[in-house]
């Protein structure tokens, strides 16, 4: 259910679009014919369910949808507005397709965010029919096919569809003492080591999400062999590396974070905790003198953060994110979107998804309150720091905008158009030879890469907008990545609803400003997310399918170097290097 145009979802939500994929055979196309750049005509307007957005959209947001039932006026107003008959088996188990499927999209109260709204004064205009069909098929605006790609039974189809009709259950709320409850310290720190034990490089391990199997496979980037498996649980979202590197920190969907020693002869796991029912993000401290010393965990149920202690998880603080939005809306749901680290200040730059704003969480103060709330724009999402650590650079995908904000001097810069449903996961930074230091993000429900000038005090005159126009083959891009020594900025497009474009992979050229080409990494599965070992010279990316592989290119030639496989690698998603994630390298 969820909208991949405007309104596109989360990598969690985005990577669950394929999770169920079956095909097995190996091998790759010919490369695409070169791209050249190119100014992109708007692609045409979605169908009627990915025309309604989030209220600040315009006037579409509220108009009514049409309608199939038969008992639905010409206008769409419905006559009977009685939900569809549900027997409470089925409203439960509903409510877990829910959870797994929609909800990262459309909000736990269904209030819709970087999806439309899904509450009953809406989806009775529709009718069981038109959702069924629509769940079953996507449309041409993005949002997938679930049983059109196997991911959902015709039957679960219906379910959803008579879900959305009846009203949200309010999901309940997750308190300090069952926050601590859940905590578990497997290995207390005196018994830790205090110094590497592996021989291996472990700065340039790789964290590997396997996110059917619920584990993060650890692989060593020198030589590609499996270090090990370490058991995360449900669908992990991303990994963050502390300060000096020595700890992962895995975020799953269910709100768990775990805690993945990197020092010990074999990766360990030495704390488990629950902060959150659902959940996208954490980061550590990095300001100097806390080092390794705390986590924030965001929440997208309930609106609210916790703090840990970085080495052992322990609950150390939580804080409400409720409040109304930059606009003046009452909201019942906020949810922490992303999340960045300062180091200027012992303050994490938090962005607050329907809300519109980015809070100031300052950790070195007890109680780690919120010290400024700076308005941006409404369903911020995913994004990253500029060259420089200062400007917290945001998607606002259901928007169609990027929000920058000063987290130096804590202020909101300005915000700008790029394209239907930007998607840049951290982004990627580099010199432009016209424009200077610039910043790039590619769209989901857009066949367009919008590079925007990122440098207010070398070139000022380009800061803050779009430069270039770059033509891509297909939209469905999640993520692009780069590298300070690399050439190249890598494009993917996952969620692309065109035949095989899931698997392409695009190289935009630096230099030349330019795609300078475009292949097929596989031909089964989706191919998706970027990472390079620690030297920036090589690129790793994930062929998502039940029967994975991480391909290796060599970044300079564009070669391929190796394909890792094996029977462990099931749906390989977010892959990340210990040292360029401790550092912030994108």
């Known amino acids: 259910m969820e909208t991949y145009k405007s309104r596109a979802s989360s990598l969690g939500l985005a990577l669950s679009l394929v999770a169920a994929a079956c095909e097995t055979t190996s091998g790759a196309p010919p490369p695409d014919v070169p791209q050249d750049v190119a100014?992109?005509?708007?692609?045409?307007?979605?169908?009627?369910?990915?025309?309604?957005?989030?209220?600040?959209?315009?006037?579409?947001?509220?108009?009514?949808?049409?309608?199939?039932?038969?008992?639905?006026?010409?206008?769409?107003?419905?006559?009977?507005?009685?939900?569809?008959?549900?027997?409470?088996?089925?409203?439960?188990?509903?409510?877990?397709?829910?959870?797994?499927?929609?909800?990262?999209?459309?909000?736990?109260?269904?209030?819709?965010?970087?999806?439309?709204?899904?509450?009953?004064?809406?989806?009775?205009?529709?009718?069981?029919?038109?959702?069924?069909?629509?769940?079953?098929?996507?449309?041409?605006?993005?949002?997938?096919?679930?049983?059109?790609?196997?991911?959902?039974?015709?039957?679960?189809?219906?379910?959803?569809?008579?879900?959305?009709?009846?009203p949200p259950p309010t999901p309940p709320p997750r308190p300090m003492e069952m926050i601590r409850a859940s905590w578990q310290l497997n290995v207390p720190v005196a018994e830790r080591p205090t110094r590497p034990m592996t021989t291996r490089n472990w700065e340039n391990f790789f964290g590997v999400i396997l996110r059917d199997a619920g584990q993060v496979a650890i692989i060593d980037g020198d030589n590609f062999e499996l270090v090990s498996i370490v058991p995360t649980g449900f669908a992990v979202h991303i990994l963050r590396s502390s300060t000096s590197g020595r700890y992962f920190y895995a975020i799953g969907r269910d709100g768990r974070v775990t805690l993945i020693d990197l020092w010990t002869p074999t990766p360990t796991i030495d704390a488990v905790v629950q902060g959150c029912s659902d959940a996208r993000s954490v980061e550590a401290s990095r300001f100097a003198g806390y080092e390794d010393r705390l986590l924030i965990e965001g929440c997208y149920w309930p609106p609210q953060y916790v703090v840990f202690d970085g080495a052992t998880l322990e609950p150390r603080g939580m804080q409400s994110i409720l409040s109304d939005a930059v606009t003046g809306e009452h909201l019942d749901e906020v949810r922490v979107a992303s999340i960045v680290a300062s180091r200027f200040e012992p303050v994490w730059a938090v962005s607050l998804?329907?809300?519109?704003?980015?809070?100031?969480?300052?950790?070195?103060?007890?109680?780690?309150?919120?010290?400024?709330?700076i308005p941006a724009v409404r369903f911020l999402h995913d994004g990253g720091w500029d060259h420089t650590g200062r400007y917290f650079m945001i998607s606002a995908n259901a928007s169609n905008r990027v929000a920058v904000v000063d987290v130096r001097?804590?202020?909101?810069?300005?915000?700008?158009?790029?394209?239907?449903?930007?998607?840049?996961?951290?982004?990627?930074?580099?010199?432009?030879?016209?424009?200077?230091?610039?910043?790039?993000?590619?769209?989901?429900?857009?066949?367009?890469?919008?590079?925007?000038?990122?440098?207010?005090?070398?070139?000022?005159?380009n800061a803050w907008r779009v430069v270039r126009n770059v033509a891509l083959p297909s939209a469905g891009s999640l993520f692009i990545k780069t590298h300070p020594n690399s050439p190249w900025v890598?494009?993917?497009?996952?969620?692309?609803?065109?035949?095989?474009?899931?698997?392409?992979?695009?190289?935009?050229?630096?230099?030349?400003?330019?795609?300078?080409?475009?292949?097929?990494?596989?031909?089964?599965g989706q191919t998706v997310h970027f990472e390079y070992n620690r030297a920036g010279t090589q690129v790793w990316v994930s062929v998502w399918d039940r029967t994975g592989e991480l391909v290796v290119y060599d970044d300079r030639t564009l070669a391929e170097v190796t394909r890792i496989r094996g029977d462990w690698l099931v749906t390989p998603t977010g892959?990340?290097?210990?040292?360029?994630?401790?550092?912030?390298i994108y």
């Open 575 to 584: 892959k990340f290097n210990v040292y360029n994630t401790a550092h912030d």
């Open 353 to 373: 998804k329907e809300s519109g704003f980015v809070a100031l969480v300052d950790y070195s103060q007890p109680e780690f309150p919120v010290v400024s709330r």
């Open 39 to 166: 100014v992109i005509v708007d692609t045409p307007p979605s169908d009627v369910f990915d025309a309604s957005a989030p209220d600040d959209l315009g006037t579409l947001l509220d108009a009514p949808m049409p309608s199939d039932r038969a008992d639905a006026t010409t206008d769409g107003a419905p006559v009977d507005a009685t939900p569809p008959a549900m027997t409470p088996e089925e409203l439960v188990r509903a409510q877990r397709v829910y959870f797994d499927r929609c909800a990262g999209c459309h909000g736990a109260l269904r209030a819709g965010a970087t999806g439309p709204n899904l509450q009953p004064s809406r989806t009775l205009r529709v009718g069981t029919t038109r959702l069924r069909t629509t769940i079953a098929n996507g449309t041409p605006g993005g949002m997938p096919g679930w049983v059109r790609t196997g991911l959902m039974t015709a039957e679960e189809a219906d379910l959803m569809a008579r879900y959305i009709q009846h």
């Open 409 to 461: 001097d804590r202020r909101f810069v300005t915000s700008f158009t790029t394209g239907l449903g930007p998607h840049p996961g951290r982004a990627a930074n580099w010199q432009d030879p016209t424009y200077g230091w610039v910043n790039a993000v590619a769209h989901m429900g857009q066949a367009r890469l919008a590079v925007y000038g990122a440098d207010p005090e070398g070139s000022p005159e």
């Open 490 to 524: 890598w494009i993917d497009s996952p969620v692309s609803t065109e035949p095989n474009a899931a698997r392409r992979i695009c190289v935009y050229s630096k230099a030349r400003g330019v795609i300078d080409r475009c292949w097929f990494a596989s031909d089964h």
